[in-house]
């Protein structure tokens, strides 16, 4: 599936002309720009959590997994593209940062050596591959995908 962005469609929903939208953002490319941009805004508010709270972490990221996962999905699945991959990229390294942060408490525990590879397994237990995999391929509901990735940051935690 390719997604295409026409200009005329943008203009058709915006209720302006196709020269409106390229006045307002010069090409195609700005306009996805600017569209990159607002979702990540989007994304980050709906991530935010206080560090350290494990429940609200999942809480916040099943929640964003069950409002984008499935657009986010079919955009990886097209990384091929540079323009896409220009989206994408971003998206995954933002997904570090946010586990980082949501368990910086837990993680600042632990000796340094360790603290890689911990992120390395809580951000597995927290991709969208894995809300892909509870949630679509084994067609579990959303609290119980919650409480199995909770089982697995649990156990990541316990074990270091």
Same mark, same amino acid.
Request: hydrophobic residues 30%; positive net charge; without cysteine.
């Given at each position: 599936m390719t997604i295409?962005?026409?200009?005329d469609e943008v203009a058709r929903r915006a209720g302006v002309t196709v020269q409106t939208v390229l006045r307002h953002f010069g090409s195609r490319d700005g306009l996805l720009d600017e569209a990159v941009k607002l979702a990540s805004a989007e994304v980050e508010q709906e991530r935010r959590v206080r560090p350290g709270d494990v429940a609200g972490a999942v809480e916040a990221v099943v929640a964003h997994y069950e409002k984008r996962g499935d657009y986010v999905l079919r955009l990886l699945g097209q990384e091929h593209d540079p323009r896409i991959a220009a989206v994408t990229?971003?998206?995954k390294q933002s997904h570090r940062r946010w586990v980082h942060d949501c368990f910086r408490p837990q993680l600042q525990a632990r000796p340094a050596r360790d603290r890689e590879a911990l992120t390395d397994l809580l951000v597995v237990a927290t991709d969208l591959y894995t809300w892909k995999l509870l949630r679509r391929d084994r067609g579990l509901d959303p609290p119980t995908v919650r409480a %199995?990735? %909770?089982s697995l940051i649990t156990a990541i935690l316990a074990g270091g």
């Open positions: 295409e962005i026409t200009l990229t971003p998206g %199995r990735m %909770r």
